[in-house]
């Protein structure tokens, strides 16, 4: 089994920048890609980012790309969401995800198996 801890959430104001972690421990050796996702207060859980945990490639929602970052540092089994240019609609709990059966750049809520707790990130106009 894959755990998987967020960090970095918080308040900030609009323009400004957070990063995001996800640590990533157990069968860390079955994780094929990585992902990040956000709950909106009364909304549905969105596609932000996700990268493939090996070839480092990467594909984001169209709402964030340009000012999301999302990358990996192998030896620390860490994926991270650089957040810039925030906006107010970017308010939500995000949510680290990994895929261990499915392989690729993978953005459907049903193609990741293990799920973090989420972080709440809020932005204020």
């Known amino acids: 089994q894959v755990q998987l801890v967020e960090s970095g959430g918080g308040l900030v104001q609009a323009g400004g920048s957070l990063r995001l972690s996800c640590v990533v421990s157990g069968r860390t050796l079955s994780t094929n890609t990585m992902a990040w996702f956000s709950q909106a207060p009364g909304k549905e859980r969105e596609f932000v980012a996700t990268?493939?945990?090996?070839?480092?490639?990467?594909d984001y929602a169209d709402s964030v790309k340009g000012r999301f970052t999302i990358s990996k540092y192998n030896p620390k089994n860490t994926v991270y969401l650089q957040m810039n240019s925030l906006k107010p609609e970017d308010t939500a709990v995000y949510f680290c995800?990994?895929?261990?059966?499915?392989?690729?750049?993978?953005?459907?809520?049903?193609?990741?198996?293990?799920w973090g707790q989420g972080t709440q990130v809020t932005v204020s106009s």
């Open positions: 995800a990994a895929a261990t059966t499915r392989a690729g750049l993978l953005m459907r809520q049903y193609e990741y198996d293990c």
């Open positions: 990268i493939t945990w090996n070839s480092g490639r990467t």
